[in-house]
């Protein structure tokens, strides 16, 4: 934003009065010349880090050993890295040390491409050493310097030189290209962490289903430091509907992924195992294997009924108790957030079976009063107390199957009849 602009230049210039250099770098120098709004401004100086905290207020040491303050102006904050040369790396990863340096053009040649490697001054003024501006106007993705050398220093920039070029819809110049392909295998040697945040990005991004395509010409993800099952292993068997563009008709990080296990064929099991392999956190993990649960169920429900139905279609009752027991299963807010996945697959899949849901779904959703035993009118221990027994393992069954008949409006959520329903279920459980 401007105001962001008008700080980050304010910093600048005090730098500036206090006899350092220093420059917008990086991606936000990109975005500006691409007229992209700007995430965020970077600065690069000549001045050290103490140098920095002793000029500005409120700083914070984010990052000291590579020489980065963030600088706490008004409303905003700016990352102010001292030039830097990254001198040795170790094994295809980050630079063992860093040295800092008085030069911006050194600085500015330690970066990946050449559209992340130029500068902009106080004055609107762009320092552009390696043709960033003229790549940038050609749509090219190509390294600073000797391609095979770079992607020899830090192998993790083979996967961001593709996801840059998805999230431009720019080429990969020739020896970039050719240099990535050949050190593939170097990508062994990068933290699967690292590996699966470019992932995560392209996936997310503009154009994930060129992403993968450029995966598999590639042939990166056969070299991942983890040994991917699925999904990457089999990209290669299905890139046709990868070529049409499906996965960029559905939006969200979470749902993307999980149309992508669904392109992919991928059961729930195999879906957990690879995204335990790109170490997702346990929180998106679940959130994605619910979803996928719920597919996969209601597919193969449905699938049962209208072998037995000899018809396609699901009347609305049965459509009904299915949406009511994927709630009780996974919770209504996932069962709501699974419709953007049916409606994905019946639309850009021309999936028919999960037409019912995307016409109903929301309808169905609405009618079911309760997804949790904690919502149920009546408590575990009211229950045991009424019917005079010691809590155990039975309690937890029998609330949910209350849960589950509550679900389906078989019992009205209140506690005098779920009582009832209680001692009719504990009867025939002793029969
Ligand atoms: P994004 O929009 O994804 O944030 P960005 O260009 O800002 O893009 P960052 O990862 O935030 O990317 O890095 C900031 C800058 O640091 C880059 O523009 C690039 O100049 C440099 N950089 C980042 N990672 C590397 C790397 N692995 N090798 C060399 N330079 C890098
Ligand atoms: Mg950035």
Redesign the pocket.
């Known amino acids: 934003s401007e105001a962001m602009e008008r700080e980050g230049k304010e910093v600048l210039r005090r730098l500036g009065l206090a006899g350092y250099e220093a420059y917008f ?4 120098v ?2 500006s010349l691409l007229g992209r709004l700007l ?2 401004i ?1 600065i690069a100086t000549s001045a050290l880090p103490d140098e920095v905290m002793r000029l500005f207020e409120r700083t914070a040491p984010t990052g000291l050993a590579h020489g980065t303050v963030t600088v706490i102006m008004e409303r905003y904050t700016f990352e102010v890295t001292t030039f830097r040369k990254e001198s040795e790396y170790e094994q295809f990863r ?1 630079p063992k040390e860093v040295e800092f340096i008085s030069d911006l053009n050194e600085d500015l040649r ?4 050449t559209i ?2 130029m500068a902009l001054d106080a004055d609107g003024g762009y320092i552009d050493p390696f043709g960033g501006a003229s790549d940038l106007a050609a749509g090219r993705i190509r390294c600073v310097g000797d391609p095979l050398e770079r992607f020899h220093e ?1 192998a ?2 083979m996967l ?1 030189g593709i ?1 840059f070029a998805c999230e431009y819809g720019f080429g990969l110049e020739a020896d970039t290209w050719s240099a990535l392909v050949r050190h593939a295998p170097l990508l062994v040697h990068v933290a699967m962490e690292r590996v699966s945040a470019e992932l995560d ?1 392209m996936i997310e991004g503009r154009a994930p289903d060129r992403a993968i395509r450029l995966l598999i010409d590639s042939r990166l993800p056969r070299h991942f430091k983890q040994p991917i099952e699925w999904p990457l292993s089999r990209w290669e068997d299905c890139p046709e509907s990868f070529r049409q563009d499906k996965l960029k008709a559905i939006g969200g990080s979470e749902l993307r992924w999980a149309a992508l296990f669904v392109l992919m064929e991928s059961d729930p099991a195999s879906a957990k195992v690879a995204m335990k392999g790109l170490k997702f956190s346990g929180k998106k993990t679940d959130t994605i294997g619910r979803l996928l649960q719920t597919n996969d169920w209601i597919k193969e429900r449905t699938l049962r009924v209208a072998s037995r139905e000899k018809s396609a279609a699901v009347n609305a009752d049965e459509a009904f108790a299915m949406i009511a027991d994927c709630c009780v299963m996974v919770g209504k807010p996932v069962v709501r957030d699974w419709f953007a996945l049916a409606a994905w697959q019946s639309g850009a899949l021309g999936d028919n079976r999960f037409r019912p849901f995307v016409e109903r779904g929301s309808e169905w959703l609405e009618r079911v009063p309760v997804d949790r035993v904690n919502d149920l009118a009546i408590s575990g221990s009211e229950v045991a107390a009424e019917l005079d027994e010691k809590p155990g393992p039975w309690l937890g069954r029998l609330l949910n199957e209350l849960l589950a008949l509550a679900a389906r409006r078989k019992v009205p959520n209140e506690r005098e009849a779920l009582l009832r329903q209680a001692k009719i279920l504990v009867k025939q459980e002793c029969n």
């Open positions: 770098v990086g991606g936000c990109r975005d995430k965020d970077d980050r330690r970066r990946d491409f992340n490697a830090d993790l920039r961001r996801r990005k």
